[in-house]
C-alpha cells in the first residue's frame, strides 16, 4: 500500500567488525546513502553491555580482565 506523506522508513542493521576505525560505521552508511539516526555498541569482544543504563559503566570482572589482558600482550608481542 501507499503511505501517508511525511511517514518515514527505518531500518536496523547489525554490524559486527572485528576491528573499528573512528566513525567507520557512520562512513560506511553514509557512502551508501544510508542515514544513521541512532547507533548503539552493544559489546567489545566478550564484554556486553547488557543490564547497563546509557551512559552507565561497570567493573570488569575477573576474566574479562584477563582476556583483555591476554589480548593485549599478544598484539603487543606481534608489534615489537
Partial sequence: GSRPSGD????RLEIVLREGR???VRKMCESIGHPI???RRTRIGPITI???KPGGLRDL???E???LNS???K????TQ
Fill in 8 to 11: 518515514t522508513v527505518q531500518t
Fill in 22 to 24: 573512528n566513525r567507520q
Fill in 37 to 39: 539516526v541512532a547507533l
Fill in 50 to 52: 547488557k543490564g547497563l
Fill in 61 to 63: 570482572t575477573p576474566a
Fill in 65 to 67: 580482565f584477563r582476556m
Fill in 71 to 73: 589480548e593485549f600482550r
Fill in 75 to 78: 598484539r603487543s608481542s606481534r
